[in-house]
């Protein structure tokens, strides 16, 4: 009998994966959002300017946060099978949130240091969620599954850039190297997976 469950390692690294990134969501939690809430001496001046535009900041996030819970659950197999409903839905879910979060960044950053950064970073962000859009609605799963991963990886830069937040010299980073370091990390969320998708075409010579 031939079976179909992939490889353990598979599922090993998978759950390894998912994981570590949960662990850096309760970093993010811990050492910038809560210390951000209780005013910290550290990100006092970032506190301000996150008032100065908390109305188009909020709903940023809301989305932003949206996107980043709904996203999980359209990689599982499982849910997929049993609730296909549920995982368009979501699914639809996570691509308006994408978009509206995305839309309200550009707004946030226009006319500052920082919009061209946010160009790249919020382009890049929905070009992939588009890509795995269309090619859901077109039937061609297996780029549908990697357009969304290229996505979830660009919606998971949001947490990355903020791990390092708790280092001083970070946070105090000039508008100018912020935008080399957002867009090199938009560019390596989307590089990345392709390089998983071809590691065995990388790694693997046929004789």
Same mark, same amino acid.
């Given at each position: 009998?031939?079976?179909?469950?992939?490889?353990?390692?598979? =599922? *090993?690294?998978?759950? /390894?994966?998912? &994981?570590?990134?949960?662990?850096?969501? @309760? !970093?993010?939690? %811990?050492?910038?959002? $809560?210390?951000?809430?209780?005013?910290?001496?550290?990100?006092?001046?970032?506190?301000?300017?996150?008032v100065r535009d908390r109305y188009l900041l909020i709903p940023?996030?809301?989305?932003?946060?949206?996107?980043?819970?709904?996203?999980?659950?359209?990689?599982?197999?499982?849910?997929?099978?049993?609730?296909? =409903? *549920?995982?368009?839905? /979501?699914?639809? &879910?996570?691509?308006?949130?994408?978009? @509206? !979060?995305?839309? %309200?960044?550009?707004? $946030?950053?226009?006319?500052?240091?920082?919009?061209?950064?946010?160009?790249?970073?919020?382009?890049?962000?929905?070009?992939?969620?588009?890509?795995?859009?269309?090619?859901?609605?077109?039937?061609?799963?297996?780029?549908?599954?990697?357009?969304?991963?290229?996505?979830?990886?660009?919606?998971?830069?949001?947490?990355?850039?903020?791990?390092?937040?708790?280092?001083?010299?970070?946070?105090?980073?000039?508008?100018?190297?912020?935008?080399?370091?957002?867009?090199?990390?938009?560019?390596?969320?989307?590089?990345?997976?392709?390089?998983?998708?071809?590691?065995?075409?990388?790694?693997?010579?046929?004789?």
């Amino acid at each position: 009998m031939i079976s179909f469950a992939p490889p353990t390692s598979s =599922r *090993f690294s998978k759950t /390894l994966l998912w &994981v570590l990134m949960g662990v850096a969501v @309760l !970093a993010v939690l %811990l050492f910038t959002e $809560l210390p951000i809430l209780r005013d910290a001496a550290l990100f006092h001046d970032y506190r301000n300017h996150l008032v100065r535009d908390r109305y188009l900041l909020i709903p940023h996030i809301f989305f932003g946060a949206l996107a980043l819970l709904s996203g999980p659950a359209q990689f599982s197999s499982r849910l997929r099978r049993r609730h296909l =409903r *549920f995982h368009r839905v /979501l699914g639809r &879910v996570y691509v308006t949130s994408v978009l @509206l !979060a995305a839309v %309200l960044a550009l707004l $946030l950053s226009a006319g500052g240091d920082l919009f061209i950064g946010e160009c790249v970073h919020a382009g890049a962000w929905m070009i992939c969620t588009l890509a795995a859009f269309l090619t859901a609605r077109n039937r061609q799963i297996v780029q549908h599954r990697q357009w969304m991963i290229r996505s979830y990886a660009v919606t998971f830069t949001f947490i990355l850039l903020r791990l390092p937040n708790s280092w001083p010299a970070y946070v105090n980073l000039s508008d100018a190297s912020f935008t080399v370091v957002n867009i090199t990390t938009t560019f390596l969320a989307v590089l990345g997976p392709d390089l998983v998708f071809n590691w065995r075409e990388l790694t693997i010579r046929h004789v």
